[in-house]
């Protein structure tokens, strides 16, 4: 596809997605498919450290995976990809290890990430509970829970066209102040 085309083509994805037209089906948005693939990744007690400071904690915190997390991506004709993630089982803990403290949460939901022909991600579409920490006594702490959809518009600028998350600007704020 020509590069007058592939812009007239993300422009094309872009705008019908900004103004709420009816979604279009995957037959109508790519001419046909080339391939797909899946790949899972086990995640057995994977723990890493994040660093001290900003935006994290002012203290070290260690990060751990356990699950599965899966991932499909499928090439279009026209170029385009769509990768389709998705989790089995997953949890996502945080650790305070000076004193022990810890929160977790079971991670659940889709993300669905779509690229022009060029590799511009065009679309970011989150359905589920990608973070929601909770702590005994005091509920819902923070995380990023919902249905949010980021469009990339042809200038290169990000806007939400869909936004039903309960989530805060960083799960860190909260979550440094109970791991403390």
Same mark, same amino acid.
């Given at each position: 596809?020509?590069?007058?085309?592939?812009?007239?083509?993300?422009?094309?994805?872009?705008?019908?997605?900004?103004?709420?037209?009816?979604?279009?089906?995957?037959?109508?948005?790519?001419?046909?498919?080339?391939?797909?693939?899946?790949?899972?990744?086990?995640?057995?007690?994977?723990?890493?450290?994040?660093?001290?400071?900003?935006? *994290?904690?002012?203290?070290?915190?260690? /990060?751990?995976?356990?699950?599965?997390? #899966?991932? @499909?991506?499928? %090439?279009?004709? +026209? !170029?385009?990809?769509?990768?389709?993630?998705?989790?089995?089982?997953?949890?996502?803990?945080?650790?305070?290890?000076?004193?022990?403290?810890?929160?977790?949460?079971?991670?659940?939901?889709?993300?669905?990430?779509?690229?022009?022909?060029?590799?511009?991600?065009?679309?970011?579409?989150?359905?589920?509970?990608?973070?929601? *920490?909770?702590?005994?006594?005091?509920? /819902?702490?923070?995380?990023?829970?919902? #249905?949010? @959809?980021?469009? %990339?518009?042809? +200038? !290169?600028?990000?806007?939400?066209?869909?936004?039903?998350?309960?989530?805060?600007?960083?799960?860190?704020?909260?979550?440094?102040?109970?791991?403390?």
């Amino acid at each position: 596809m020509s590069r007058p085309m592939r812009h007239l083509a993300s422009v094309t994805i872009a705008v019908a997605t900004v103004c709420l037209l009816a979604p279009l089906t995957p037959a109508q948005a790519h001419p046909g498919k080339t391939g797909s693939e899946t790949v899972a990744t086990v995640f057995d007690h994977a723990t890493a450290t994040y660093p001290v400071g900003a935006p *994290f904690c002012d203290f070290p915190i260690e /990060r751990t995976y356990d699950g599965d997390f #899966h991932a @499909r991506t499928t %090439t279009y004709t +026209d !170029g385009s990809v769509v990768v389709h993630e998705w989790v089995s089982g997953l949890t996502y803990t945080l650790t305070n290890p000076a004193n022990g403290r810890t929160l977790q949460s079971a991670l659940g939901g889709t993300e669905d990430l779509t690229y022009a022909p060029d590799g511009t991600l065009l679309t970011d579409e989150i359905k589920g509970n990608n973070i929601n *920490f909770t702590a005994p006594g005091v509920g /819902r702490l923070t995380g990023y829970v919902g #249905h949010l @959809r980021q469009v %990339t518009l042809p +200038d !290169g600028t990000t806007t939400i066209d869909i936004s039903t998350h309960n989530e805060s600007d960083s799960i860190f704020t909260e979550a440094c102040a109970y791991l403390s």
